[in-house]
C-alpha cells in the first residue's frame, strides 16, 4: 500500500512539474501596448518602423524600431545578437522577449520575408 502511495505521489508531481514548466516556455503573441505592460516574456509581431533611427549595431547587439501594423504604435528593440541575414528583406519581424526601461530586450528575432514563390501559387 505504501509504495502505490508513494507512486501515486512521485506520479503527481510529475504531472504537476511538467504543466509548471510547459505554462512557463508559452511566450503569447501581444501588440506593443501589451508588450510594454507585461512583466514576462512575449511576442511581439511587427513592422520595421520607417520614420525612426536606421537600424544599426551597438556593441553586441541590433538596435531597431518596431512599428505595431495595426495601431501605428513604435518600440525600440535591442536585440542580443547580429543583424539577421534577411532583416533587410523582411516583411515581418517578431520578437521574443521583454520589456525593459524603455526598450524591449530580445533575445531572439523571427522574419519573415515574402515568399520568392507566392506569385507561382496564383
Request: a neutral charge; aromatic letters at 10%; hydrophobic letters at 40%.
Amino acid at each position: 500500500m505504501n509504495r502505490k502511495i508513494l507512486l501515486g505521489v512521485l506520479l503527481l508531481a510529475f504531472v504537476a512539474y511538467a504543466g509548471w514548466s510547459f505554462a512557463d516556455s508559452v511566450t503569447p503573441y501581444v501588440g506593443i501596448a501589451e508588450a510594454q505592460k507585461s512583466a514576462g516574456n512575449v511576442q511581439v509581431k511587427g513592422l520595421l518602423a520607417k520614420n525612426a533611427p536606421a537600424p544599426h549595431m551597438e556593441g553586441d547587439n541590433f538596435i531597431f524600431t518596431l512599428q505595431d501594423e495595426e495601431t501605428g504604435e513604435t518600440m525600440p528593440v535591442r536585440y542580443h545578437g547580429t543583424k539577421p541575414d534577411q532583416f533587410d528583406e523582411a516583411y515581418h519581424i517578431v520578437a521574443v522577449g521583454r520589456y525593459k526601461e524603455g526598450t524591449f530586450e530580445s533575445d531572439k528575432l523571427l522574419i519573415k520575408c515574402p515568399s520568392k514563390y507566392e506569385s507561382q501559387k496564383r
